[in-house]
């Protein structure tokens, strides 16, 4: 994989990521980006955000939790292992931290805080540096392989089980709508709520989304999934592949209809429309 610039240019769901209750809930690490807001709480195995980021619930962390300055979390804060907090972070609630705790200047905690291991009052370095840092050092010394190594991790994860959550900087995410100016990946068997706004959107199978899908570019729809909404494209291609189903209406360039794939509402297709038949390998019009 070549070397990216931007290991936080998309949004990235991936398998197996649900909302529980208010919570977006991962077996892998949440990395979110500056200036995004996040309205509910997140659980996962570590919790990476950027500057000024805002999230509406609780942070649980399995492993390290590092929250850049001027970041606000409407909850608790309970990490498994270290965390690390940049200046004048403000948490609603309590922060319970199993291993060390590095804390910058005028950092917030209104219920108090309790950790384990050392504690140590300065200003951490803010994460994009310490990435920039950490990235530059494994180039220095010829670690190409391992910068990459970093990078697949931050960006693309490796085994399924590993990929992160990847949440845009900027970005709006809630129960109501999802909102990015990037491309947006969604995995397989997740289950998310509210509408989804991207450059172009890739679901995957075996997907329930409850909310409707709009993006300027092309959007494709996985084997199983059900799209409880609309979808809309301002010039790009919809394709709805075998099993799938759409219970709103549908609108874009040009449509790909698979065998099998349902679509309940109104279809407006100002291009063509293509039955496509899996099982003979071959489109008719």
Same mark, same amino acid.
């Given at each position: 994989?070549?070397?990216?610039?931007?290991?936080?240019?998309?949004?990235?769901?991936?398998?197996?990521?649900?909302?529980?209750?208010?919570?977006?809930?991962?077996?892998?690490?949440?990395?979110?980006?500056?200036?995004?807001?996040?309205?509910?709480?997140?659980?996962?195995?570590?919790?990476?955000?950027?500057?000024?980021?805002?999230?509406?619930?609780?942070?649980?962390?399995?492993?390290?939790?590092?929250?850049?300055?001027?970041?606000?979390?409407?909850?608790?804060?309970?990490?498994?292992?270290?965390?690390?907090? =940049?200046?004048?972070?403000? /948490?609603? +609630?309590? &922060?319970?931290?199993? *291993? @060390?705790?590095? #804390? $910058?200047?005028?950092?917030? %905690?209104?219920?108090?805080?309790?950790?384990?291991?050392?504690?140590?009052?300065?200003?951490?370095?803010?994460?994009?540096?310490?990435?920039?840092?950490?990235?530059?050092?494994?180039?220095?010394?010829?670690?190409?392989?391992?910068?990459?190594?970093?990078?697949?991790?931050?960006?693309?994860?490796?085994?399924?089980?590993?990929?992160?959550?990847?949440?845009?900087?900027?970005?709006?995410?809630?129960?109501?709508?999802?909102?990015?100016?990037?491309?947006?990946?969604?995995?397989?068997?997740?289950?998310?709520?509210?509408?989804?706004?991207?450059?172009?959107?890739?679901? =995957?199978?075996?997907?329930? /989304?409850? +909310?409707? &899908?709009?993006?300027? *570019? @092309?959007?494709? #729809? $996985?084997?199983?999934?059900? %799209?409880?909404?609309?979808?809309?494209?301002?010039?790009?291609?919809?394709?709805?592949?075998?099993?799938?189903?759409?219970?709103?209406?549908?609108?874009?360039?040009?449509?790909?209809?698979?065998?099998?794939?349902?679509?309940?509402?109104?279809?407006?297709?100002?291009?063509?429309?293509?039955?496509?038949?899996?099982?003979?390998?071959?489109?008719?019009?």
């Amino acid at each position: 994989m070549p070397l990216r610039s931007d290991p936080l240019d998309k949004l990235a769901i991936p398998d197996g990521t649900t909302v529980e209750e208010h919570d977006l809930v991962t077996d892998g690490d949440v990395f979110v980006g500056a200036r995004s807001t996040v309205e509910f709480g997140v659980r996962g195995r570590n919790v990476i955000a950027g500057e000024g980021v805002t999230f509406g619930g609780d942070i649980e962390a399995e492993g390290d939790c590092r929250i850049d300055m001027w970041s606000d979390i409407a909850g608790n804060v309970l990490v498994g292992q270290d965390a690390y907090l =940049g200046e004048r972070v403000h /948490i609603e +609630g309590q &922060l319970i931290v199993s *291993g @060390d705790l590095d #804390i $910058g200047d005028d950092v917030n %905690i209104e219920n108090g805080f309790e950790a384990n291991g050392w504690i140590v009052i300065r200003n951490p370095v803010p994460t994009i540096v310490f990435l920039f840092i950490y990235l530059s050092q494994l180039l220095r010394l010829g670690e190409e392989e391992a910068a990459e190594s970093v990078l697949t991790e931050l960006a693309d994860g490796g085994e399924p089980e590993d990929e992160p959550v990847v949440i845009p900087r900027n970005a709006h995410v809630s129960d109501d709508a999802w909102r990015v100016s990037t491309p947006a990946t969604i995995g397989n068997e997740c289950r998310l709520h509210g509408n989804i706004r991207a450059e172009s959107i890739e679901v =995957g199978d075996d997907n329930n /989304i409850f +909310g409707s &899908l709009r993006g300027r *570019g @092309d959007i494709s #729809i $996985g084997k199983g999934t059900q %799209i409880h909404g609309d979808v809309t494209t301002r010039r790009g291609t919809v394709s709805v592949t075998e099993g799938s189903r759409i219970l709103g209406d549908v609108a874009c360039e040009d449509l790909l209809l698979h065998d099998g794939a349902v679509i309940d509402g109104s279809i407006r297709a100002r291009g063509e429309i293509t039955q496509v038949r899996d099982t003979e390998d071959e489109a008719t019009e």
